[in-house]
């Protein structure tokens, strides 16, 4: 592969084109990725039409020689499914840097599919359709780090990233961050329905609800301090939220958070074992 440079984008093609594909892929239209540059295999008709009428990209029910031209490989498929389609399109993308965002599957049996070392792990969470999300990023040795500023590249348009050393680490992102958009819709949702018990209309619970996560948020972005210095600022002694976290205090809720988080690692490591190579 050629050196990139920071307006250079690759020949790039999708397998699977589902949520987090029309992420990443929408991003980099809009970043000016040209349609003539894109490939995407999907066998779902019905996403095939909205990925069509979304990006006016024409996507492949299966994989073939369209792909060859791929220089990157972007794998969003579900685990389960990761295997057959690698083995039906490993002839096509022997020359291809390759970038998975398949939770659990291990860069060793990717390799091993594929039959190339040049394997990258991303785990990206769906605030990527803003732009807003945030990867973590492991890279298999032989990725040179030219390919690793492509990989950047690629992923820029869905947000942040860290890269992380160990590649079990990605277990651990994909419980706190992958997944974690879901624990903060389910706070959401239990807010609203607080909100709606105690006599607010459910849109005036939504919008409190919402603007508080945002807010909060950003200030524990901006601020020095730390989310315990932060959350001590807000409780008075003897005061409202004294009440309202004795309450969580009394039922365990941050073991029982941890222990969630380890569930969700948990479960991708399963899906390492069960559907990796
Ligand atoms: N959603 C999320 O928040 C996140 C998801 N991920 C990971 O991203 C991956 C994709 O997830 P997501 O986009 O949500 O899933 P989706 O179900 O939205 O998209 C996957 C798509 O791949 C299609 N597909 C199935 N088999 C093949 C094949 N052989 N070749 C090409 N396409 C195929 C599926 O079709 P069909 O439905 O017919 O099977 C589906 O349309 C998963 O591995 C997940 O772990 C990572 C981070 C966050
Ligand atoms: O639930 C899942 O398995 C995927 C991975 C992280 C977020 N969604």
């Given amino acids: 592969m050629s050196t990139t440079t920071a307006t250079r984008f690759p020949q790039i093609a999708f397998i699977g084109g589902g949520n987090m594909a029309s992420a990443i892929l929408g991003g980099l239209i809009h970043q000016g990725l040209p349609l003539g540059q894109i490939e995407v295999v999907e066998p779902w008709e019905q996403a095939r039409t909205a990925l ?5 990209v024409v996507a492949h029910a299966g994989a073939g020689p369209q792909l ?3 220089e990157v490989v972007v794998w969003a498929i579900k685990p389960q499914n990761f295997k057959d389609a690698a083995l039906d399109t490993q002839s096509y993308t022997r020359n291809a840097l390759h970038l998975s965002v398949a939770a659990g599957i291990r860069s060793s049996s990717i390799a091993h599919w594929l ?8 785990m990206p969470n769906t605030p990527a359709l803003i732009g807003q999300g ?3 990023l492991y890279a298999r040795p032989s990725v040179s780090e030219t390919e690793r500023l492509l990989v950047e590249q690629i992923m820029a348009s869905t947000g942040a990233h860290l890269w992380v050393e160990a590649e079990a680490q990605l277990d651990a992102v994909t419980a706190l961050s992958g997944s974690g958009p ?18 607010l209309s459910a849109a005036q619970s939504e919008q409190l609800a919402i603007a508080t996560f945002a807010g909060a948020s950003e200030l524990a ?16 002694k003897g005061g409202t939220t004294y009440a309202a976290l004795e ?5 365990e809720l941050d ?5 969630a988080l380890r569930a969700a690692q948990t479960r991708a490591q399963e899906l390492g074992d069960a559907c990796g190579a």
Avoid: C, N, W
């Avoid at 039959?115 to 991303?122: H, I, T």
């Avoid at 972005?221 to 409780?235: D, F």
């Fill in 52 to 56: 069509q009428q979304q990006f006016g």
């Fill in 68 to 70: 060859e031209r791929a």
């Fill in 115 to 122: 039959g190339s070392e040049r394997v990258v792990r991303a």
């Fill in 134 to 136: 945030i990867s973590g």
């Fill in 182 to 199: 879901a624990y903060v819709f389910y706070f959401l949702e239990a807010m609203v329905q607080a909100g709606v018990d105690m006599g």
């Fill in 221 to 236: 972005k901006r601020s020095h301090e730390s989310p315990a210095a932060l959350r001590e600022r807000v409780t008075s």
């Fill in 247 to 251: 309450t969580m205090r009394g039922a």
């Fill in 255 to 259: 073991r029982h958070f941890i222990a």
